[in-house]
């Protein structure tokens, strides 16, 4: 995946890919995008999990040695970086850790997504000054541990049987599902609201703000015609679990939401008790990245809008997903909504240094990729997957996958060091004026 190009070409080509994906919304939104972009200028890897673009307009000028016509057109997770792996609380009220964020999901090849992390990771130990034959060494690690979930797949007649939770989670990521079931509801209301006159309500600040009368009617309504999007199956049954006691809109301004319109509602949850109250998001949803770069009509064509996609895609890949989880739409744009959980919390990278501690989680999120792959097949739900993927990835790498370890692992790194050489363009650009985003 290494370029060719002279210095100055692929400096255009990262400008312009970044302004063909977000040049619109860098007109809506200058300053958040300001925000995302001197983000982004912090290291290679913040570069990274805000470029995706840039990243598929060259994985689809890979040739494609290990893939056929079925492990071709599989769910995949879009934007799969070590970043974006948690805990989460599911619907049957289990800790799991797992793969999250599934904004950017699409169908596509299973190695892109093998790819995106292995070149995260080698981002990730670059800036560790972990020496190349140990971050070899690591990805083989993770794309080993697939395989092998891809093969505890081809023997066991229910996809979704297997989870990371408590009971079998080592290292780090065992540490972080402890950490998540310390954690209390209250605090995240407490951080969120006051009581007032005996019952919670929004506080303002923090990028959140209470709405006009017209606006709150349109985002009561929105919520109203989400409901219905709820599998019967996760409905709750208390009849005051979905009373909404408060609305504000949020201002989002991270590297992956920048500029995007989204709401905060809270309900009356499980009961009348303040403690039981519950925060739900209500977010717009974004075009993949993905689509950008590959024949996105049939894909398309099977979902209402994006936030339609991004519910079944998320449905399909995440086999026990948030109750929650549904979709809408607000003035004919499609929003994603789930609950704002106490309990989705994120690795300690930071504290992870030695590449045996590594080692252990990595092989954990190789199982929970191949878990993500493997359930999003003629089982789930969707139709555009009507094969098992367990099937099409094994006979992919069939007779070759030593080879194809490598091949992830070899990739990865080459790519890792183009991302880096892009986040040098990319920061001279911005500092250029190139994106034409203006000053604070």
């Known amino acids: 995946m290494s370029q060719t190009r002279s210095d100055g070409a692929r400096s255009r080509v990262v400008v312009d890919v970044l302004h063909d994906a977000f040049g619109e919304a860098m007109r809506g939104a200058p300053a958040a995008y300001r925000t995302k972009f001197r983000s982004m200028a912090h290291d290679p890897h913040s570069f990274y999990r805000g ?28 934007d799969l970086h070590v970043e974006n792996f948690g805990t989460y609380l599911d619907s049957a009220g289990r800790l799991v850790f797992d793969v999250n964020d599934f904004d950017e999901a699409y169908v596509g090849h299973y190695t892109w997504d093998l790819l995106r992390f292995a070149t995260s990771l080698a981002l990730l130990g670059w ?42 989670a080592k290292g780090a990521v065992l540490g972080v599902l402890q950490q998540a079931r310390e954690t209390r ?20 600040g ?8 017209d606006e709150r009617a349109k985002v009561l309504d929105a919520f109203d ?19 909404v006691r408060d609305v504000v809109l949020t201002q989002t301004h991270g590297i992956g939401s920048a500029g995007q319109t989204s ?41 209402e809008h994006e936030a339609h996609r991004t519910v ?71 139709d555009l997957v009507d094969f098992q993927v367990e099937e099409a990835v094994a006979a992919s790498v069939e007779g070759g996958r030593t080879e194809f ?21 990319f920061v001279e650009a911005f500092r250029a004026g190139r994106f034409g985003l203006g000053a604070v």
């Not at 994985?59 to 995949?76: F, M, T, Y």
């Not at 015609?225 to 009373?243: A, Q």
């Not at 080692?359 to 199982?367: A, F, H, K, Y």
Request: proline share 4%.
């Open 51 to 78: 470029s995706a673009p840039l990243f598929y307009r060259d994985v689809v000028r890979l040739e494609a040695p290990w893939v056929d016509e079925r492990s071709s057109r599989i769910w995949v997770h879009g």
């Open 127 to 168: 800036q560790k000054a972990l020496p190349d034959e140990e971050v070899s060494g690591l990805v083989q690690t993770y794309v080993r541990s697939y395989l092998r979930q891809v093969n505890h797949y081809l023997d066991t007649p229910d996809d979704t049987e297997f989870a990371l939770r408590l009971d079998n």
């Open 185 to 204: 509801r209250v605090d995240l209301l407490d951080s969120l609201t006051v009581v007032e006159d005996h019952r919670r309500v929004f506080t303002e």
């Open 206 to 213: 923090g990028g959140r703000r209470h709405l006009g009368k």
């Open 225 to 243: 015609r989400y409901l219905p999007s709820i599998p019967d199956d996760k409905r709750s049954r208390i009849p005051v679990f979905y009373d």
């Open 263 to 303: 709401y905060n509602l809270l309900l009356e949850g499980h009961s009348q008790a303040l403690e039981n109250d519950v925060v739900v998001q209500m977010k717009q949803a974004s075009v993949p990245a993905l689509s950008r770069f590959v024949d996105s009509e049939a894909v398309e064509g099977a979902f």
């Open 312 to 382: 079944v895609s998320q449905r399909a890949l995440q086999a026990h997903t948030d109750a929650l989880l549904g979709h809408t739409t607000v003035d004919g744009v499609g929003f994603v909504v789930s609950e704002v959980s106490p309990y989705e919390l994120g690795l300690p990278w930071a504290d992870l240094t030695e590449p045996e501690e590594i080692g252990v989680v990595v092989r954990q999120l190789g199982q929970a990729t191949a878990k993500i792959h493997c359930a999003s097949d003629e089982d789930s739900e969707q």
């Open 405 to 425: 370890m490598e091949w992830v692992a070899a990739r990865g790194m080459e790519y890792a060091a183009q991302v880096r050489a892009d986040h040098a363009h």
